[in-house]
Structure formats: structure tokens, C-alpha cells
T-cell receptor, first 117, second 113 residues
Framework: GAVVSQHPSWVICKSGTSVKIECRSLDFQATTMFWYRQFPKQSLMLMATSNEGSKATYEQGVEKDKFLINHASLTLSTLTVTSAHPEDSSFYIC?????????????FGDGTRLSIL | GNSVTQMEGPVTLSEEAFLTINCTYTATGYPSLFWYVQYPGEGLQLLLKATKADDKGSNKGFEATYRKETTSFHLEKGSVQVSDSAVYFCALNYGGSQGNLIFGKGTKLSVKP
């Protein structure tokens, strides 16, 4: 079963709206979570690294004021797309590494498809 | 910079056919390499991985060998099934034990009965 839950799976909203996406680790704690963005027929691109108890680390070119990340607890990170516009429409995916598993890559959420009208 | 190049799809095969999905990478140092699979309607799942040169990752009949000399990590399966229909992503990890991944664009595989 899923070990990382992402919600909502699909959201459609008007331009100017702020949208919050949640990423939860279900049966383990994650001090770090990653947020990716995927355009149609493109790779997943890392947007930011969410750190529990500290500020997120953003990749070059990602607007931190546009994409607010809050790692509220050891099992929850949220991504808020503020004042969303049509160009923000995309597929957003979170992932979380299971701590203590050595070089074990992350568990992924099912993604959130965001459509801004 | 670091990057992953994956053969473009879609790839359509008949059941029991041999599968190869090519993946090459560009990276500094010695990254770990991964194949992820995304079945319809589901999230990404780790299929297999290799952490150093000449390592072979294998799972569910799929194999891939880390080839440093050709900077490749091609995915192979001897006999595909309809249930293998999915999108396959090649990826590398350069950020340490649990760092973020750099992905290829993904290759959609459709297997016909």
C-alpha cells in the first residue's frame, strides 16, 4: 500500500486563487521531503527540499514566494501555490525518503494535477 | 551538469517480447542509478537500482547494469507481460544517500496480448 499520501489528486481553480497541496508520510517519519513538478512529456524537476523545523531549500529559478513550503511535522509537508496563474498548471509530486534505510530512494505520492483557468 | 537521457516512447510490444529501454546519463562523480515505474493511476515506485559501476539491479524480471564506461543503465526484460504496461523513468541520485533524484523524461510501454 501507499506509504506517502498526497492530497488533493486533482484541483481546478480560477486564476488568482491560492492552492494548498499536502504530502504525508503514512507509517514513517520524514525530516526531509521533496517537491517535484512535471510538465507534459517532460521529466520530473525538483522544485524544493522541505526540511522539518527549518526553511525549505529551493532550486534555482523557483520562486519561494510563489511556492510556499511548510514542513509542519515529521509526517506532513505542504506546498501552497500562491495567486496561481495558468502557467502554474502542472503535475506536482512529493516524495519522502524513509529514514535509516541507507541509500534507499524516496517513496512518492501519487501526484496532484493542478489546472488553473 | 547532471542529466539523464532516456529513449523516447511510446514503446509498443506484444506479450512475451524482449524489452530494452535505453538510458544514458551525464554526471560528475559516481551517482547511484535507478529505474522507477509508474503504473496507470498510481505513483512512482522503485523498480531497481545500482549504486556502483558494474552493479546489476534486478526485480520482477527486469534487469539493468550500471556501465560506467558507456555511462548507461539500460533496462531489459526477457519476456514482457500485459501487466508491465506503465511509464518507466530512469533516474540518478547525486545528492548523497537520500538526496533528490534527477529523472529522464519517461518511456511509456504498452504491451498487447
Amino acid at each position: 500500500g501507499a506509504v506517502v499520501s498526497q492530497h488533493p489528486s486533482w484541483v481546478i481553480c480560477k486564476s488568482g486563487t491560492s492552492v494548498k497541496i499536502e504530502c504525508r508520510s503514512l507509517d514513517f517519519q520524514a525530516t526531509t521531503m521533496f517537491w517535484y513538478r512535471q510538465f507534459p512529456k517532460q521529466s520530473l524537476m525538483l522544485m524544493a527540499t522541505s526540511n522539518e523545523g527549518s526553511k525549505a531549500t529551493y532550486e534555482q529559478g523557483v520562486e519561494k514566494d510563489k511556492f510556499l513550503i511548510n514542513h509542519a511535522s515529521l509526517t506532513l509537508s505542504t506546498l501552497t501555490v500562491t495567486s496561481a496563474h495558468p502557467e502554474d498548471s502542472s503535475f506536482y509530486i512529493c516524495s519522502a525518503p524513509r529514514e535509516g534505510m541507507g541509500n534507499q530512494p524516496q517513496h512518492f505520492g501519487d501526484g496532484t494535477r493542478l489546472s488553473i483557468l | 551538469g547532471n542529466s539523464v537521457t532516456q529513449m523516447e516512447g511510446p514503446v509498443t510490444l506484444s506479450e512475451e517480447a524482449f524489452l530494452t529501454i535505453n538510458c544514458t546519463y551525464t554526471a560528475t562523480g559516481y551517482p547511484s542509478l535507478f529505474w522507477y515505474v509508474q503504473y496507470p493511476g498510481e505513483g512512482l515506485q522503485l523498480l531497481l537500482k545500482a549504486t556502483k559501476a558494474d552493479d546489476k539491479g534486478s526485480n520482477k524480471g527486469f534487469e539493468a547494469t550500471y556501465r560506467k564506461e558507456t555511462t548507461s543503465f539500460h533496462l531489459e526484460k526477457g519476456s514482457v507481460q500485459v501487466s508491465d504496461s506503465a511509464v518507466y523513468f530512469c533516474a540518478l541520485n547525486y545528492g548523497g544517500s537520500q538526496g533528490n533524484l534527477i529523472f529522464g523524461k519517461g518511456t511509456k510501454l504498452s504491451v498487447k496480448p
